[in-house]
């Protein structure tokens, strides 16, 4: 199985709202609502950011929202601020197999 | 709180094999799995594969079956990920995380193998 499609980067200035996308199939993506996000900083382990689809963990930033259409899974960062400078990666859960995002790189102009 | 504690950096030769433990505490190590996920510099993630912490059943990803063994010590309440037949393809840094239903809720630190002759 291949890794979620994922832009490289995405760069937006303070206050802006960005969209990372996650394109998967639908045999993934597609069938379940079971894609999450994680943040990620330089030498640090992921965070989760978002679960099944649009959930948000207790502590996560409200400016974060997930949504799917079809297998598409998308990550929006509304009112960017300096500190979402990070990597981001998504992830599909199928039948115990997981499946993640290529990672996209978000930088804050 | 969760915790997943991993052991240190690594430094192995070319064909060597290499066991990354994952300490596991504040709560009940065998109510769920542990899953093994590895990140090669300036890559993605990438599933390794996971073990049933309860009855020690296993499942691994394609790339990695009969290189990769995974266990766990209810004792001590620690999981281990081997692999094998180490290549300079497998410098990496290898995480463990908790499976919360279909989303990882706690992940270790990461512990670094560097794989160079």
């Known amino acids: 199985q291949s890794a979620l499609t994922q832009p490289a980067s995405v760069s937006g200035s303070p206050g802006q709202s960005i969209t990372i996308s996650c394109t998967g199939t639908?045999?993934?993506?597609?069938?379940?609502?079971?894609v999450s996000w994680y943040q990620q900083y330089p030498g640090k382990a992921p965070k989760l950011i978002i679960y099944?689809?649009?959930n948000r963990p207790s502590g996560v930033s409200n400016r974060f929202s997930g949504s799917k259409s079809g297998n598409t899974a998308s990550l929006t960062i509304s009112g960017l601020q300096a500190e979402d400078e990070a990597d981001y990666s998504c992830?599909?859960?199928?039948?115990?197999?997981?499946?993640f995002g290529t990672g996209t790189k978000v930088t804050v102009l | 709180q969760v915790q997943l504690v991993q052991s240190g950096a690594e430094v192995k030769k070319p064909g060597a094999s290499v066991r990354v433990s994952c300490k596991a505490s504040?709560?009940?190590?065998?109510?769920?799995?542990i899953y093994w996920v590895r990140q090669v510099p300036g890559q993605g993630l990438e599933w390794m594969g996971r073990?049933?912490?309860?009855?020690?059943?296993?499942n691994y990803a394609q790339k990695f079956q009969g290189r990769v063994t995974m266990t766990r010590d209810t004792s001590i309440n620690t999981a281990y990920m081997e692999l094998s037949r180490l290549t300079s393809d497998d410098t990496a840094v290898y995480y463990c995380?908790?499976?919360?239903?279909?989303?990882?809720?706690?992940w270790g630190q990461g512990t670094l193998v560097t794989v160079s002759s």
């Open positions: 995380a908790r499976l919360q239903q279909n989303w990882f809720d706690s």
């Open positions: 504040g709560y009940t190590f065998s109510v769920y799995y």
């Open positions: 073990i049933n912490c309860n009855s020690g059943g296993t």
């Open positions: 639908s045999s993934d993506v597609g069938a379940y609502n079971y």
């Open positions: 099944e689809v649009s």
């Open positions: 992830s599909s859960y199928t039948s115990s197999i997981i499946l």
